[in-house]
Structures are given as C-alpha cells and as structure tokens.
C-alpha cells in the first residue's frame, strides 16, 4: 500500500520561512517524479513544483521562482520545500504527489498525501 506523507506545515508571519518535508512508502520512490502543489479554500489545486527522479530537472511555478526552493533525498525517501519570503497569497494546504509523468498538473500524479496547512500572516 502506498502511503505519502507531509509534514512541516504552521503558522509563519509574512517574510518568513518553512520547510516542508514529504517521506514515502510502498513505491520505488527513486523511479517517481515527485512534486509540490497547494490549494487555497474555493481555488484549483495548482502546481508548485516538480522534481524528477533523479534530480536532473526542476519546475517551478512563476509565483514561487526564486522563492521556493525543491530537493529530495532518494536514500532517505524524502522530499522538500524550503519556503523563504513568504507571503500571505502562499496560505494553501500544501500537498506532496508522486508520479511517473512530468508536468506541473495534478493530472500527472498517481500518488498523494493528506496535505500540510501552511498559514501566512501579513
């Protein structure tokens, strides 16, 4: 079975920083893209970023570039979000997905946690 699993998530004042972090089981974690995406209450789910299985490419959705920054760990099966300068527009519940395909959609995505809550105040 299957299981993702976020963490990291709170409360932050505008400018601040978080890092989130995403472990997994029950798929061979080095052969999935792994990606970021979060919702805000009454909007879509959107892509936040992607890295590939290997690490040899990233994405980034142009609200996030040189903000965010996405890494995984393939020996400790963990994926991150390091959030600096946030601001209150990145308030959203904030969702790790794995999959085999590549696009900043959450089309693309076979697998996916419950989500962290991340809050930013102004």
């Known amino acids: 079975q299957v299981q993702v699993v976020e963490s990291g998530g709170g409360l932050v004042q505008a400018g601040g920083s978080l890092r989130l972090s995403c472990t997994s089981s029950g798929l061979p974690f080095d052969q999935y893209n792994l990606g970021w995406f979060r919702q805000a209450p009454g909007k879509e789910r959107e892509g936040v970023s992607l890295?590939?299985?290997?690490?040899?490419?990233?994405r980034y959705a142009a609200s996030v570039k040189c903000r965010f920054t996405i890494s995984r760990d393939n020996a400790r099966k963990t994926l991150y979000l390091q959030m600096n300068s946030l601001n209150p527009e990145d308030t959203a519940m904030y969702y790790c997905?794995?999959?085999?395909?590549?696009?900043?959609?959450?089309?693309?995505?076979?697998?996916w946690g419950q989500g962290t809550q991340v809050t930013v105040s102004s």
């Open positions: 890295i590939s299985s290997g690490c040899a490419n990233t």
């Open positions: 997905a794995a999959g085999r395909s590549w696009g900043l959609s959450p089309q693309y995505f076979d697998h």
